[in-house]
């Protein structure tokens, strides 16, 4: 289990996500514990990648949890305090220090204690005629001892504690060296405590001492358990596995009301809106896709198709959805497609080229991709393809050149497409030159100019161009 996660209550997670249909991927879930704990999922069909079924329910559940470190301490054992990595670990080695002028102070207490027992035998064994005499005839050995070598309460109790075996040679000997070992640990030991530096050189020792004892490579540090490569799995993937796909129709009005409607309608001409409100645009899509909506103010705005309400009513305000300020309105809006790239162009006929996954806005604010400042707005965003673009001006006249003049950009302002003396752009085409330029007439009629019937339109970026050709739609527009 993961850490602090109860099994049932994480087996109730998931049917609750089951029945909610948020997790598409899966069909059934079941308990199959005995002494080991077993939870059995199943996927809807065998085409379904294991591993995104996972991430999908690891980004939902708590089969994937994360612990959170609250390193909220007493600083220097008595101020409450919350610290960080660094200082957590900076009183960390003030403890150790501490510990280890303890632990130094104390054994440096127990070698003098011991070293002023051993001066007491050591005179014992120097006089040890004497210490017997005084032992079997005197009333108060213990005094005479003290008076008679000048000793301490301590050496004398110890001398006349001492076994009758204990007068050996040898014992002397293995007394004169403990004596000899004890005082060059006391000179050590008062050395480590008069110097700061010692100390911290004493403390690297013993951390490199653990870490050779503990390290990854030794028996007792050696891991017990191993690590497995994590699947890469892009995030829009896992994103899109959490999200049931069904054919949808967006609907956006004049006023930037937003809905989904159920199923891929093919006649908007029964769509309800409120009054003084019309349909501005609508298209099909999935509810796992991503929407971009563009608007007159050169920002875009990315909103989740299944996060628009459903078709009952009349919607939703885009301003609910995404910070859109009140002095912009929606210009077009469309799935995403992460390999297009789109032509922005303002009013005043400036624009570039813009890959379409730089256009993707990741929180409310959206994302500012053109430049434009008033009188000047954002007029039109168009898929780009083919290798050549027909520019027309609210003047009817007409410019065609290469797409290649036009600069591919994240954001910007973009160059001129063409030049006017009043007025600014109607509407822009991009097309393969080798197929021609084809419009429509306000009776539907198609009409097509190859490239050698283009030759007079054909000239450079930012020229103003000729007089559109016979046959072009007064609207302006393509």
Same mark, same amino acid.
């Given at each position: 289990?993961?850490?602090?996660?109860?099994?049932?209550?994480?087996?109730?997670? =998931?049917?609750?996500? @089951? #029945?909610?249909?948020? /997790?598409? +991927?899966?069909?059934?879930? &079941?308990?199959?514990?005995? !002494? $080991?704990?077993?939870?059995?999922?199943?996927?809807?069909?065998?085409?379904?990648?294991?591993?995104?079924?996972?991430?999908?329910?690891?980004?939902?559940?708590?089969?994937?949890?994360?612990?959170?470190?609250?390193?909220?301490?007493?600083?220097?054992?008595?101020?409450?305090?919350?610290?960080?990595?660094?200082?957590?670990?900076?009183?960390?080695?003030?403890?150790?220090?501490?510990?280890?002028?303890?632990?130094?102070?104390?054994?440096?207490?127990?070698?003098?204690?011991?070293?002023? =027992?051993?001066?007491? @035998? #050591?005179?014992?064994? /120097?006089? +040890?005629?004497?210490?017997? &005499?005084?032992?079997?005839? !005197? $009333?108060?050995?213990?005094?005479?001892?003290?008076?008679?070598?000048?000793?301490?309460?301590?050496?004398?109790?110890?001398?006349?504690?001492?076994?009758?075996?204990?007068?050996?040679?040898?014992?002397?000997?293995?007394?004169?060296?403990?004596?000899?070992?004890?005082?060059?640990?006391?000179?050590?030991?008062?050395?480590?405590?008069?110097?700061?530096?010692?100390?911290?050189?004493?403390?690297?020792?013993?951390?490199?001492?653990?870490?050779?004892?503990?390290?990854?490579?030794?028996?007792?540090?050696?891991?017990?358990?191993?690590?497995?490569?994590?699947?890469?799995?892009?995030?829009?993937?896992?994103?899109?596995?959490?999200?049931?796909?069904?054919?949808?129709?967006?609907?956006?009005?004049?006023?930037?009301?937003?809905?989904?409607?159920?199923?891929?309608?093919?006649?908007?001409?029964?769509?309800?809106?409120?009054?003084?409100?019309?349909?501005?645009?609508?298209?099909?899509?999935?509810?796992?896709?991503?929407?971009?909506?563009?608007?007159?103010?050169?920002?875009?705005?990315?909103?989740?198709?299944?996060?628009?309400?459903?078709?009952?009513?009349?919607?939703?305000?885009?301003?609910?959805?995404?910070?859109?300020?009140?002095?912009?309105?929606?210009?077009?809006?469309?799935?995403?497609?992460?390999?297009?790239?789109?032509?922005?162009?303002?009013?005043?006929?400036?624009?570039?080229?813009?890959?379409?996954?730089?256009?993707?806005?990741?929180?409310?604010?959206?994302?500012?991709?053109?430049?434009?400042?008033?009188?000047?707005?954002?007029?039109?965003?168009?898929?780009?393809?083919?290798?050549?673009?027909?520019?027309?001006?609210?003047?009817?006249?007409?410019?065609?050149?290469?797409?290649?003049?036009?600069?591919?950009?994240?954001?910007?302002?973009?160059?001129?497409?063409?030049?006017?003396?009043?007025?600014?752009?109607?509407?822009?085409?991009?097309?393969?030159?080798?197929?021609?330029?084809?419009?429509?007439?306000?009776?539907?009629?198609?009409?097509?100019?190859?490239?050698?019937?283009?030759?007079?339109?054909?000239?450079?970026?930012?020229?103003?161009?000729?007089?559109?050709?016979?046959?072009?739609?007064?609207?302006?527009?393509?």
């Amino acid at each position: 289990n993961p850490h602090q996660v109860q099994k049932s209550r994480l087996i109730e997670k =998931i049917a609750e996500l @089951l #029945l909610a249909k948020k /997790l598409p +991927l899966l069909d059934d879930v &079941r308990d199959e514990s005995a !002494e $080991d704990i077993r939870i059995v999922l199943e996927p809807k069909n065998r085409t379904v990648d294991p591993e995104l079924l996972m991430e999908s329910l690891f980004k939902l559940t708590e089969l994937e949890s994360r612990v959170s470190l609250n390193m909220n301490v007493l600083s220097h054992g008595k101020v409450p305090n919350v610290l960080s990595l660094g200082a957590v670990l900076r009183e960390w080695l003030d403890h150790r220090k501490e510990v280890l002028v303890r632990r130094s102070q104390f054994r440096l207490a127990e070698i003098e204690r011991r070293l002023e =027992i051993l001066g007491g @035998l #050591l005179i014992a064994y /120097l006089n +040890l005629d004497e210490v017997i &005499r005084i032992i079997r005839e !005197e $009333d108060e050995p213990k005094q005479d001892l003290m008076r008679t070598f000048e000793l301490t309460d301590v050496q004398a109790e110890s001398i006349l504690n001492m076994r009758l075996r204990s007068l050996r040679k040898l014992e002397e000997f293995e007394i004169r060296k403990e004596f000899d070992e004890l005082t060059v640990e006391k000179t050590d030991l008062e050395g480590l405590l008069a110097s700061g530096t010692r100390q911290w050189k004493k403390i690297s020792a013993e951390i490199k001492s653990v870490r050779e004892k503990f390290g990854p490579k030794t028996e007792l540090g050696a891991r017990r358990t191993t690590f497995a490569n994590a699947p890469t799995h892009d995030l829009e993937d896992i994103h899109q596995a959490m999200i049931e796909r069904e054919p949808v129709t967006i609907v956006v009005s004049e006023k930037g009301w937003l809905r989904a409607m159920k199923g891929h309608l093919a006649d908007f001409s029964t769509l309800a809106f409120k009054e003084g409100d019309k349909l501005k645009l609508a298209f099909h899509a999935e509810t796992t896709d991503k929407l971009l909506f563009f608007t007159t103010g050169g920002k875009f705005f990315t909103i989740g198709a299944n996060t628009l309400p459903g078709g009952r009513g009349h919607g939703e305000p885009i301003r609910i959805l995404v910070d859109m300020e009140n002095d912009q309105d929606i210009l077009t809006a469309f799935v995403h497609d992460p390999a297009a790239k789109l032509l922005l162009v303002s009013h005043e006929g400036n624009g570039f080229i813009v890959p379409e996954s730089e256009a993707v806005a990741n929180t409310r604010k959206g994302k500012q991709v053109m430049n434009v400042k008033a009188p000047d707005e954002a007029k039109l965003c168009q898929r780009v393809s083919g290798d050549h673009i027909a520019v027309v001006g609210e003047n009817r006249k007409m410019v065609v050149f290469p797409l290649s003049d036009i600069p591919e950009m994240t954001r910007g302002k973009g160059v001129r497409l063409q030049k006017y003396k009043d007025g600014g752009v109607s509407d822009v085409r991009t097309f393969a030159i080798a197929d021609g330029l084809s419009w429509q007439d306000s009776a539907e009629r198609t009409f097509n100019r190859s490239k050698e019937e283009l030759v007079e339109w054909i000239g450079a970026r930012a020229s103003a161009g000729r007089l559109v050709p016979k046959g072009f739609p007064r609207s302006g527009k393509f």
